[in-house]
Nanobody
Framework: QVQLVESGGGLVQPGGSLRLSCAAS????????MGWYHQAPGKQRELVAT???????NYADSVKGRFTISRDNAKNTVNLQMNSLKPEDTAVYYC???????????????WGQGTQVTVSS
């Protein structure tokens, strides 16, 4: 079994900061791309940022310059530092990872349970 456990959501005022963390655990042989997605009420889940095992990053245009994704390959963790938060960043944030459970298997997508981020005064 593989689990992704997120932490760090909450309520913050506009202009504030939050740091989300996600740890992958269980039967893990290799972790490829890790990332964060968010889903606002009534909307589809959207990409926020991704990072490869080589630390190449990709960001949604709406968060460029404000959010920073990072990872620790040894610990199978991924973080999202969110600065200058705006009300439109309010959503449930989900951690995602492409994980290989053994040498003989392919990569599968795994998701965390989601953590609420609310930006409001």
């Amino acid at each position: 079994q593989v689990q992704l456990v997120e932490s760090g959501g909450g309520l913050v005022q506009p202009g504030g900061s939050l740091r989300l963390s996600c740890a992958a655990s269980g039967t893990i042989f290799s972790v490829d791309i890790m990332g964060w997605y968010h889903q606002a009420p009534g909307k589809q889940r959207e990409l926020v940022a991704t990072i490869t095992s080589g630390h190449s990053t990709n960001y949604a245009d709406s968060v460029k310059g404000r959010f920073t994704i990072s990872r620790d390959n040894a610990k199978n963790t991924v973080n999202l530092q969110m600065n200058s938060l705006k009300p439109e960043d309010t959503a449930v944030y989900y951690c995602n990872a492409r994980i290989k459970k053994s040498f003989w298997t392919g990569y599968d997508d795994y998701w965390g349970q989601g953590t609420q981020v609310t930006v409001s005064s």
